[in-house]
């Protein structure tokens, strides 16, 4: 059995996505809502950027992605984005990136 659950090691990855705008964590800003880790390795999460208009939600939403599926037992994510004007595209987006690999 592993130390620390797979909830815990998808925090500490968001942990360490930073905002370049500030410099705090997304975690910090409060900026990740409703996380959902199933034993199975399924993440479901809502980004809430900033702002409406945030200038870095795209890049912060691929960093999100990219920090979630590096955890080993993840097996999928789902990033659900709000209070966004173009949250149906970043969305759409998110989806169509690669996968990880079983």
Not at 1 to 22: C, F, G, H, W, Y
Not at 62 to 90: M, P
Request: aromatic share 2%.
């Amino acid at each position: 059995m592993n130390a620390i659950s797979l909830e815990e090691e998808v925090r500490q990855a968001l942990q360490k996505v930073i905002d370049p705008e500030t410099g705090l964590s997304i975690m910090r800003m409060d900026l990740i809502h409703d996380l959902a880790v199933t034993p199975d390795g399924n993440v479901s999460l809502i980004f809430r950027p900033s702002s409406p208009v945030c200038p870095m939600a795209y890049s912060l939403a691929n960093a999100i992605k990219k920090s979630v599926e590096a955890v080993g037992r993840v097996t999928s994510t789902q990033i659900s984005v709000r209070n966004y004007e173009r949250a149906d595209h970043l969305e759409s987006l998110l989806k169509s990136l690669s996968r990880k690999e079983p």
